[in-house]
């Protein structure tokens, strides 16, 4: 089965748990309106770039666990989703568009996308507990490299809570709000096949920044067509914003440089040259079409 289709997979089977499609004999299922937001949030999906990222690093370290290394992809995937749904309500961004259809707040009502959000979370940990359940030593690392990203102080809940400070360094607002996650792909793609997850990190954290930077020059050159959700959301929430600190030839050359250092820290494994491959060929991805990702 291929890298997306395993993650879609994954994914689908979550979602029908957490409806009680797969778990009615514990009761008669979700309610409806939450059953249909917390498909909504999740399909159809965007990019998919973190589980494809943890699935990669899986493969290319011989994809020991499958089961495993597909519950983490999934769970990082949902996790992702459920901090949308967070993002997009009123008392953050208030933004009506995401993934170029209505946002789950403006589908659904405010009260069912904090649910929502919220569901997808402990959704998240509960399909990771039960995909790495065979191997208990394995698991406990796996939640923790996991909650690690989402929470406090490193992860994309304290991403979230620096835009409430009065002010907040670029690079602290971009490791935690998009950089975690990446770093939790890689790191827990290499634990479910085996790998001690350290050395896997940093190419995390330099293709979360690189990420961070290409959304930055994204929310500054394309329209909300293009993006699939409402533009200039950084400048008029006075954001940190690599593009306008940097300008925009000064962060595509450090968009580039991060990319060049990512494919370099990649440690030793059977598939090492093939993750190179196709990690450059998906950053080249990143930038928009107006701007050619000159990768090395």
């Known amino acids: 089965m291929q890298i997306a289709d395993r993650i879609e997979h994954a994914l689908g089977q979550a979602i029908a748990s957490a409806q009680g499609g797969l778990s009615s004999v514990h009761g008669a299922g979700a309610p409806p309106l939450l059953a249909a937001a917390l498909h909504y949030a999740v399909f159809p999906g965007g990019h998919r770039i973190r589980p494809q990222l943890c699935l990669a ?5 011989g ?4 089961e495993a290394a597909n519950a983490a992809a999934a769970a990082i995937e949902l996790l992702h989703c459920a901090s949308l749904v967070h993002d997009d309500l009123p008392c953050f961004d208030d933004a009506d568009l995401r ?4 946002s789950v707040h403006v589908q659904f009502g405010e009260p069912l996308a904090v649910l929502t959000g919220d569901a997808l979370i402990v959704q998240a940990f509960s399909i990771l507990a039960q995909g790495a359940a065979k191997s208990p030593q394995r698991l406990a690392e796996l939640l923790t490299i996991i909650a690690q ?6 992860g994309i809940v304290a991403g979230q809570a620096w835009e409430c400070e009065a002010a907040v360094s670029l690079s602290d607002y971009q490791r935690a709000k998009t950089g975690a996650l990446f770093v939790a792909a890689t790191a827990s793609g290499a634990l479910a096949s085996g790998y001690e997850p350290d050395p896997w990190r940093n190419l995390g954290a330099k293709l979360g920044e690189a990420y961070q ?5 994204r929310d500054i050159l394309c329209n909300a067509e293009e993006l699939g959700k409402p533009i200039g959301q950084d400048a008029a929430r006075l954001r940190p914003n690599a593009a306008a600190q940097l300008g925009v030839g000064g962060a595509k ?6 990319v060049r250092d990512a494919v370099e820290s990649i440690p030793f494994c059977p598939g090492q040259h093939e993750l190179r491959q196709l990690i450059k060929a998906q950053t080249s991805q990143f930038l928009p079409k107006n701007l050619a990702l000159v990768a090395a």
């Open 253 to 258: 050359a450090r968009l580039e440089e991060l």
């Open 63 to 66: 994809d020991q666990d499958p």
């Open 99 to 102: 993934r170029g259809k209505a």
């Open 57 to 61: 690093v899986a493969l290319a370290c």
């Open 149 to 154: 990203s989402v929470g406090s102080p490193n």
């Open 213 to 217: 930077v290409a959304d930055d020059l």
